[in-house]
C-alpha cells in the first residue's frame, strides 16, 4: 500500500505466464525484506473456504429448520462442542483434523476456548515438542512452574508454557519495564534470529530487569527461557481468529450435522479424494448418504430432514462427472417450476438443453441418477436411440409448420421411447460406474458382503497410525490403482492402491521379489488381504507388502460357515444350563462312586454337571437331561448333597 503508485517506489513485474496479475521484484523474505525497508506496507488477505462452509451450512439450517442462527453470537463454551473436540469427531473443522490433531486432541480433552487457541497455535514444526508438556500440565500430571512470579499473570492461561509471541512482549515489559515497541522490537529481533540485534536486546533485556530490582542470573534465565519460544511463537491473535473458525466449524457439526456435512461435502465436490473422507465421516455420524437422483438432488450435495425419519443427505448432480453444472442446473430449475419426471420420455422432453448430450446422458445413467426411469445398462445401450428422440423432439417443437390436425384441437404427441431389451448390469459393474463417475461407492461398496470378514481377518486402514510405524500389520481391500515401475536392475516393482471396507485407503509398497512371488495378484479389482510393515518414509504411512493373498467367494464361503459354527457354539454355550453338586466336607469314595452310577444313566442332554469339593470345583464330563427324576435319585445317594440349577 503506497500513497502514490507503487512504481514509484520499486520495480513490477508480471507473474510468470499471466499478464495481469503485478508483483514487486523487490523481496519481501523474513531477513532482507527490502519492501520493509523503502517503508512500503505489505498486508495478506486470506480467503478461506470454511468461511462459505459455514454460511452455506446456515443457509442450509434455516432452510431445512426454519433456525436463523448469527454465528458470531454462539457461546464459547457449549459442552457438546467441547465432547466432539474431546473424542476428535474433527473431519471437516478448520485446523483440527489432521491425524496428529486428532490424537492430541483426544489427549488434551479440550475444555475452554484458550486450550483451542494454544492447539492451533502449538501444532507447528517447533512448538509442536511442547504439547506433552503443555498436556501433563493442564491435567496436573506435571508441576506448573515458573522462573519468576511474574512470568505467573502472563503464561497461567498456557500452563506456564509460553506459546505466543505477544507472551514474550508482555514478559519484557513485565519485567525489564520495557514499552510496547521495545517490546516489539524484542519479538522481531528473536523472530528473525539476527544474532547481532538478539545480542543487543539481550543486553537491553538484561539491564532492565535488574533496574527493575529482579536479580541478573534470574533476568539471564528468563531470556533464555523466553528465546526458542519467540523462534517459532504463533502471533495470539491470529491463531484466536484461527481457533473461532475451527470452534464454529465444530459447534456446527455437534449441533446440526446433516446440514454441516452436506455443506462441507458441497465445498469439495470437485475433490474427489476430500469426498471419500467425508463421506465414510458421514458413515461414522450414521448420516446416509444416497446417490443421485434427477427427482431428488439438487446441484449440491442436500440435506434431506424429514420429522420422524433419520436425517440423510443426497449426492449432489453438481458433483457427477462429465455432467457439468449447465445440465444439473436445467434438471433442478424444470424441475422446481414443473414437477418430478415421471418418466424417461418426461425427461428428455423437458431438458431441452444442447448440454445434454450423449457423455452426459451416459454419466447420469452409470452413477444411478436416472434409476427411477430405468435400468441403468438398458438406458446406456439405447444412448442413441434417446438421444435420437430427443433430437426429432426438438425439431418437432421448433417446426413452424402447421399441423394437419392442428385446427382440430388434438394434440398429436410422439410416441413414447421404446428401449431395446439388455441384459441387467452386474452389481460390480455398477459399483464400478459409480467409483468411476462419482469418485466412490455410493449405493453400496464391493466389499460390503465381506465386511465381517475383513474385520476379524484385518486392521482397518484408519487405525493405522504413526504409532503402527515399523509394525506388522495385515489390511484388506479392493485393488483400486496399481502403478509399476522398472529398476536399473531391470526387475519391476509396484506402487499398489488399496481400498478398504471403510472407503480408507492406503498405498503398498511392493518389492520386486513379492511381485514375482504374488504376481498375478496384483491387478485392478482384486480383493486382497496384504501383510507387511508400516512405513513413513516420506512423511505417508504406507505398507511394504510381504505377502499377499486372494479374497474369493469361496473363501468367503469357508468363513461364513466356521462363522456359523461358531456363531451356533457360542449359542449353545449361552443356553447350556449348568448343575452344581454341593458334596460335605467328608464325602467318600463310595459317594462319589454312587453319584456316578446316577449320572451315568441319566438321558444324554444340554445341563453340564459340576462337584463343588473343599479343593474347590471340578467339571465333569457329564452332559445330562437334568429332570426330577434324577434329582431325586441324587437325594436319594445322600441328603447332604446340595444340589443348584442354572
Partial sequence: ??????????????????????????????????????????????????????????????????????????????????????????????????????????????????DVIAMVALYRPGPMDWIPDFIARKHGRKKITYVHPKLEPVLNNTYGVAVYQEQVMQISQ??????LSEADMLRKAMGKKIPELVQKEKSKFIDGCVANGVEKKIAEKVFAFIEPFAGYGFNRSHAACY????????????????????????????????????????????????????????????????????????????????????????????????????????????????????????????????????????????CEKILSYSKDFQKNQSSNQV????????????????????EAAPKMTKLGWEKELLGLYVSEHPLSEFFDFFRQ??????????????NTVTIGGIVDKVKKIFLKSQKTMAFVQLEDAGG????????????????????????????????????????????????NQDEIDRFGVLAEQRRKEELQRQNERKLYLTLPPNASSELLRQISAVLGTAPAGDCKVFLELSQGRLETPYRIDYDENIAGKLQGVMDEIKIRLF
Fill in 1 to 114: 500500500i503506497t500513497p502514490e503508485p507503487v512504481v514509484n517506489y520499486t520495480p513490477l513485474q508480471y507473474l510468470s505466464g499471466d499478464t495481469e496479475h503485478m508483483v514487486t521484484q523487490y523481496s519481501s523474505s523474513t531477513k532482507s525484506s527490502y519492501i520493509e525497508k523503502i517503508g512500503l506496507l505489505k498486508m495478506d488477505f486470506l480467503g478461506l473456504k470454511n468461511l462459505t462452509i459455514i454460511q452455506h451450512a446456515l443457509r442450509i439450517i434455516e432452510k431445512t429448520k426454519g433456525v436463523k442462527i448469527n454465528i458470531d453470537d454462539i457461546p464459547l463454551d457449549d459442552e457438546k462442542a467441547y465432547e466432539l473436540l474431546q473424542k476428535a469427531l474433527t473431519t471437516g473443522v478448520f485446523q483440527l483434523e489432521s491425524g496428529g490433531m486428532k490424537r492430541y486432541l483426544k489427549q488434551l480433552a479440550p475444555t475452554t476456548f484458550e
Fill in 174 to 179: 513485565a519485567l525489564a519495564g520495557f514499552s
Fill in 243 to 382: 481457533a473461532l473458525i475451527g470452534y464454529q466449524t465444530a459447534w456446527l457439526k455437534a449441533h446440526y450435522p446433516t446440514e454441516f456435512m452436506a455443506a462441507l461435502l458441497t465445498a469439495d465436490q470437485n475433490d474427489i479424494d476430500r469426498i471419500a473422507i467425508e463421506i465414510e465421516e458421514c458413515r461414522i455420524m450414521e448420516i446416509e448418504v444416497l446417490p443421485p437422483d434427477i427427482n431428488e438432488s439438487f446441484v449440491t450435495f442436500a440435506a434431506i430432514i424429514n420429522p420422524g425419519e433419520k436425517e440423510k443427505i443426497r449426492f449432489g448432480l453438481g458433483a457427477i462427472k462429465n455432467v457439468g453444472k449447465n445440465v444439473a442446473n436445467e434438471i433442478v430449475e424444470e424441475r422446481k417450476k414443473n414437477g418430478k419426471y415421471t418418466s424417461l420420455t418426461n425427461f428428455v422432453e423437458r431438458i431441452q438443453t444442447k448440454d445434454l448430450n450423449k457423455k452426459s446422458l451416459e454419466s447420469l445413467a452409470k452413477c444411478g441418477a436416472l434409476d427411477g426411469l430405468g435400468e441403468r445398462n438398458q438406458l446406456l445401450e439405447n
Fill in 504 to 551: 480408507q485407503k492406503m498405498e503398498a509398497i511392493v518389492f520386486p521379489k513379492t511381485l514375482e512371488q504374488y504376481g498375478a495378484l496384483w491387478e485392478e479389482g482384486n480383493i486382497l488381504l496384504v501383510t507387511g510393515k508400516i512405513s513413513d518414509k516420506d512423511g505417508t504411512l504406507k505398507v511394504l507388502a510381504d505377502s499377499a493373498r486372494l479374497v
Fill in 457 to 470: 481377518c484385518s486392521t482397518p486402514i484408519s487405525q493405522i497410525d504413526a504409532a503402527s510405524v515399523n
Fill in 403 to 422: 399441423s394437419l390436425f392442428g385446427s382440430t384441437g388434438i394434440d398429436i404427441k410422439m410416441p413414447e421411447i421404446s428401449l431395446e431389451p439388455t
